[in-house]
């Protein structure tokens, strides 16, 4: 158990770091089909400066981190910050969260760098509904990384599916079926109301009503505790090798399991992915401070971490787009 904690006495031992804010898709529920405004360069941590951070957060008891954006495979030489972070004793876990538009490219380099798993976000597997949710991509060049990224072992790959009425929600059981027949891994995800996209909470499915559309399929077998270490709740169908997660942000939110800070490409510490609050780590660590002064600005930004997100009263955070804070 670490010895890091918020003012709750949850275990804070993970952190998700945006290496980049640009995204080469434009998914209706993320952004605007225009983008959004970029963070300018100089303004993005380097790779040294995030190595800063993370050794001190490691040494509070960070051990866990995960790499995401934007899209990171957009940031050029990502391998050399994996290897980086992967030298921090502490740090035993590497992961990506990724589009998997340039996986395929990239999968061989990271996994040979030090990274351990890798999250492909898909929410369909038909082609010119891909092109409409994405705004213009390739669900190929998708596929193409998913199975690269067994190959070299970056396993379990994992399958983000975000549930939108209307637009994938007949899709359910095309993407249950994949446990089965490829060992996919699929969690499903409820939609989240967030600044940048366009789709509000209008499309949003109950995570129980995706549930219960599953059963035809046959029962739902819980996984043993200990099966994935976030906020999914994993389960399997009969005969599936791949489990099935449910994530439920909105209807049943998980705050109370929280381990989690958040470093954004422009070096704020974000407490919480749906709240507004930030710490600026960036300006410190070009100043100079010392490693001391570094642990100790982390631990007064963690006993800042509020105890949950208020989405389901319908407290929507303003302020920046999911790519901006590493979704
Ligand atoms: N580009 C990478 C990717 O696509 O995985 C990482 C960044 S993306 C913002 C991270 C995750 O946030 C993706 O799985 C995406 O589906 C999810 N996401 C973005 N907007 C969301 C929303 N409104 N509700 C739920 N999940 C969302």
């Given at each position: 158990m670490t010895g890091f904690s918020d003012s709750f006495q949850r275990p804070i031992n993970y952190m998700r770091i945006s290496v980049?804010?640009?995204?080469?898709?434009?998914?209706?529920y993320?952004?605007?089909?225009?983008?959004?405004?970029?963070?300018?360069?100089?303004?993005?941590l380097s790779y040294e400066e995030i190595y800063t951070i993370v050794e001190a957060a490691a040494e509070l008891g960070i051990n866990k981190v995960r790499i995401?954006?934007?899209?990171?495979?957009?940031?050029?030489?990502?391998?050399?910050?994996?290897?980086m972070l992967a030298s921090i004793d502490a740090i035993d876990d590497i992961s990506l969260t990724t589009n998997g538009i340039l996986l395929a490219s990239h999968a061989a380099e990271l996994k040979s760098a030090g990274l351990q798993r890798v999250n492909v976000s898909l929410d369909t597997l038909k082609q010119d509904r891909f092109k409409v949710i994405t705004r213009g991509a390739e669900l190929n060049d998708v596929l193409e990384g998913i199975e690269?990224?067994?190959s070299v072992g970056l396993n379990p790959v994992k399958i983000n599916t975000v549930v939108?009425?209307?637009i994938n929600d007949d899709e359910l059981l095309d993407f249950a079926v994949k446990t089965i027949s490829d060992e996919w891994h699929v969690r499903f995800i409820e939609l989240m109301p967030v600044a940048g996209g366009s789709t509000g909470n209008l499309l949003f499915v109950p995570m129980s009503e995706s549930r219960q559309r599953l059963a035809v399929l046959g029962?739902?077998?819980?996984?043993?505790?200990?099966?994935?270490?976030g906020p999914a709740k994993y389960f399997r169908l009969p005969q599936a090798k791949g489990t099935i997660g449910f994530i439920t942000p909105v209807s049943e939110h998980f705050c109370i399991h929280c381990n989690r800070l958040r470093l954004t490409a422009d070096g704020k510490l974000r407490l919480c992915l749906l709240g507004e609050d930030e710490i600026d780590l960036r300006e410190p660590v070009r100043s100079g401070i010392s490693?001391?002064?570094?642990?100790?600005?982390?631990?007064?930004?963690?006993?800042r971490k509020p105890l949950r997100h208020h989405l389901a009263e319908g407290r929507v955070p303003k302020g920046r787009p999911f790519s901006q804070v590493g979704g």
């Open positions: 980049t804010d640009r995204c080469n898709l434009r998914c209706i993320c952004m605007p089909a225009g983008g959004v405004d970029m963070v300018c360069h100089r303004d993005i995401t954006g934007g899209e990171p495979l957009l940031r050029l030489g990502l391998p050399k910050l994996i290897e690269v990224a067994k939108m009425s209307g029962k739902l077998e819980p996984c043993l505790p200990g099966v994935g270490n490693l001391v002064g570094l642990k100790r600005l982390l631990k007064e930004a963690v006993a």
